[in-house]
C-alpha cells in the first residue's frame, strides 16, 4: 500500500489526502510532527531532503514529493476520475489557477517563513496580518480566474483547482483572515465539505489531529 507522509495541518498534504480519496486509492498514513521538528530528522530528510510533507512513498519504495508533482502522478497512473482535463488549454487554466494557491500563496506562508519572522521580532498579530496578506491577494487572483457559473471551481466535478482550494482555505479560517470578498469560494468550500472524498481529507479528521488536540 501507499504510505502518505504528511501532518494534519499542513495544506499541502491535505491536497494530497484529497487527491487520494478523490480517486478512490488506499493509503497508509504517517505523522510527521512538523511542530517538533521531525521534518528534519536523518529518517525523514532521506525520504525528502527537501524536510517537508507531504512525500508519498509508492509500493516500489520510489518516493515521491512535492505536492503538485504527486497529484500529477496520480492523475497520470490512475486517470479516473480526472483532476486535471484533458483539454491542453483547460488543463493550463486549472493548473494556473492551482498555482497561484501552490506556487504563489504556499511559500509566503509557511513554517519557516513564520519561524523567521518570530526570530525577527514580528509578535503573533503581525504574523497573523502577514498570513492574512498573502492569503487574500492570492485568493483574489484565484477567484478572478474563475468561471462564475460552475458548481465546483471549474465544471461540475470538482478538480486540481478545487483540491488546492480547499486547504488553502483551512488555512484562511484558521488564521481568521476575513473571507467576505469571495463568497464563491466558500460556496465551493462547502459543497467539496458536502462530499465524502474531501470530508475524510479534513485535517481534523486525521488520526494525529485527534492524538494533539485531546
Ligand atoms: N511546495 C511544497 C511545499 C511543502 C511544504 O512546504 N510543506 C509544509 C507544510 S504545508 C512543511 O512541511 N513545512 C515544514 C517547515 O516549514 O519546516 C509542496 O507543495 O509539497
Redesign the pocket.
Known amino acids: 500500500m501507499m504510505v502518505l507522509y504528511g501532518?494534519w495541518r499542513?495544506?499541502?498534504?491535505y491536497?494530497v489526502r484529497i487527491a487520494l480519496n478523490f480517486k478512490g486509492l488506499e493509503y497508509e498514513s504517517r505523522s510527521?510532527n512538523?511542530v517538533t521538528?521531525e521534518?528534519?530528522t536523518p529518517d525523514f530528510l532521506r525520504l525528502n531532503p527537501?524536510?517537508?510533507?507531504?512525500a508519498l512513498v509508492l509500493n516500489n519504495d520510489t518516493v515521491l514529493?512535492?505536492?503538485?508533482a504527486?497529484i500529477d502522478w496520480l492523475d497520470t497512473t490512475y486517470p479516473q476520475p480526472c483532476l486535471v482535463p484533458e483539454c491542453p488549454t483547460d488543463a493550463a487554466r486549472v493548473r494556473a489557477a492551482a498555482m497561484v494557491i501552490?506556487?504563489d500563496i504556499?511559500?509566503l506562508n509557511?513554517?519557516?517563513?513564520l519561524?523567521r519572522l518570530r526570530d525577527m521580532g514580528q509578535d503573533e498579530e503581525a504574523r497573523r496580518l502577514w498570513m492574512c496578506h498573502w492569503m487574500t491577494k492570492g485568493l483574489h487572483a484565484f477567484q478572478a480566474l474563475l468561471p462564475t457559473d460552475e458548481t465546483f471551481c471549474f465544471s461540475n466535478a470538482p478538480n486540481l483547482a478545487d483540491t488546492c482550494l480547499i486547504p488553502q482555505l483551512f488555512n484562511a479560517h484558521r488564521w481568521g483572515c476575513d473571507l467576505s470578498a469571495f463568497k464563491r469560494l466558500t460556496e465551493i468550500e462547502a459543497r467539496c465539505l458536502d462530499r465524502q472524498d474531501f470530508a475524510n481529507a479534513r485535517p481534523e479528521h486525521q488520526t494525529d489531529a485527534l492524538r494533539e488536540t485531546v
Request: glycine content about 10%.
Open positions: 501532518y499542513s495544506s499541502a498534504a491536497r510527521v512538523l521538528g521534518q528534519t527537501g524536510a517537508a510533507v507531504p514529493t512535492q505536492s503538485l504527486i501552490a506556487c504556499h511559500p509557511n513554517l519557516t517563513v519561524g
